[in-house]
């Protein structure tokens, strides 16, 4: 479906050009999240029917988790963002795959990389595209996670370093009925 997406052609072609912005509050209908465990802020632009999302995530040192992620030099942990990006996955899926109606989604595989740290008073920008439309019932995702405004991306820092994306992963997400999960407690 989507196999030649990637985060810079949904950021700097696609973003601006979509069906556009959905807000903090209309996004927590396509989840079942909530505070503190909603990690999504806001959809910048995203196009459903092509299957892209280009998604806004400020990393503020109130969030909680600073309170022990590290005194001597704060970092947003990798599980969080592993996290905030699979909500935003699950947020198109929904929206592409129609209401739960009691269903609920889990991720069947994520394949995560990290590039780098991330302190807090960062920007982060996500894309997040569809490989596939499955079945209705899953899909293949792919999915970056950037800091705005970091160049080093692509430009050698004064060590001569680059760095990856802060995040990029690959993830099957499906929708499930409770009931096939008999003897789990869900």
Not at 168 to 175: F, G, K, N
């Amino acid at each position: 479906m989507n196999e030649e997406m990637s985060f810079d052609h949904i950021i700097s072609e696609l973003s601006g050009h979509g069906d556009g912005m959905i807000g903090h509050t209309e996004c927590k209908k396509y989840l079942r999240h909530s505070h503190p465990a909603l990690g999504v802020d806001w959809i910048a632009d995203h196009d459903f029917e092509k299957g892209w999302v280009h998604a806004v995530r400020g990393i503020s040192i109130s969030d909680p988790v600073f309170a022990g992620h590290f005194f001597d030099a704060a970092m947003y942990p990798g599980t969080n963002l592993t996290q905030d990006i699979n909500q935003i996955a699950t947020l198109m899926f929904t929206a592409m795959t129609g209401p739960l109606n009691g269903d609920f989604t889990a991720f069947k595989e994520i394949k995560a990389n990290y590039g780098h740290p991330i302190p807090p008073g960062c920007v982060l920008d996500f894309a997040v595209w569809a490989l596939d439309k499955g079945e209705g019932k899953n899909m293949r995702v792919k999915m970056e996670g950037r800091v705005r405004d970091f160049k080093h991306y692509d430009q050698p820092n004064k060590y001569g370093l680059t760095f990856k994306p802060c995040i990029e992963v690959e993830s099957i997400i499906l929708r499930a009925n409770p009931k096939v999960y008999d003897g789990i407690w869900i």
